[in-house]
């Protein structure tokens, strides 16, 4: 087996009038996330995570902003979807490690909630993802409320 290791960061802006989705869950909270699809912040930095470790571009190449196709996607489908791109290039999922940066809404409650979510549609143990929440101590545009931002590492193996 080869191992092979990805960094995925991803940032949106916070806007009303949108639900909010992170790690393939909706939370409650008065505001979403601003983006093309339903801009769930840590899919796609997992996406990119995965992509990258297999040296297969990232989310943006495969994903478009511009594709009337993928507006309002349900970012789940994404990660299905570069999940079966892997595969078909040989590799599986060793574990995945990320990091959530939001003020708000405290997201260490629902965590458990995404690792099933996430492991289910990636067809790995829930132990294989961990997520951390953290804040940036109130600096910074996340700081203020206006954005959230996640960092993930992925490892993944060639058979």
């Not at 991803?10 to 979403?32: C, P, S, V």
Request: charged share 25%; net charge negative; aromatic share 6%.
């Amino acid at each position: 087996m080869k191992s092979r290791i990805g960094f995925g960061y991803d940032m949106h802006a916070l806007q009303e009038g949108r639900e909010l989705w992170i790690g393939g869950i909706r939370l409650d909270y008065k505001m979403g996330l601003k983006g093309h699809s339903d801009a769930d912040v840590l899919i796609h930095a997992i996406c990119d995570a995965l992509l990258g470790a297999a040296n297969l571009r990232d989310i943006g190449y495969h994903f478009p902003d511009t594709s009337p196709e993928y507006e309002n996607e349900d970012s789940k489908i994404l990660l299905k979807n570069v999940i079966a791109l892997l595969t078909e290039h040989g590799f599986t999922v060793g574990n995945i490690d990320t990091t959530v940066c939001a003020e708000y809404p405290k997201l260490n409650p629902h965590i458990p909630a995404m690792q099933q979510k996430l492991a289910e549609v990636m067809g790995v143990d829930h132990e294989a993802i961990s997520i951390k929440a953290t804040t940036s101590e109130k600096m910074g545009f996340v700081g203020r409320e206006e954005g959230i931002t996640a960092y993930a590492v992925a490892l993944i193996e060639k058979c």
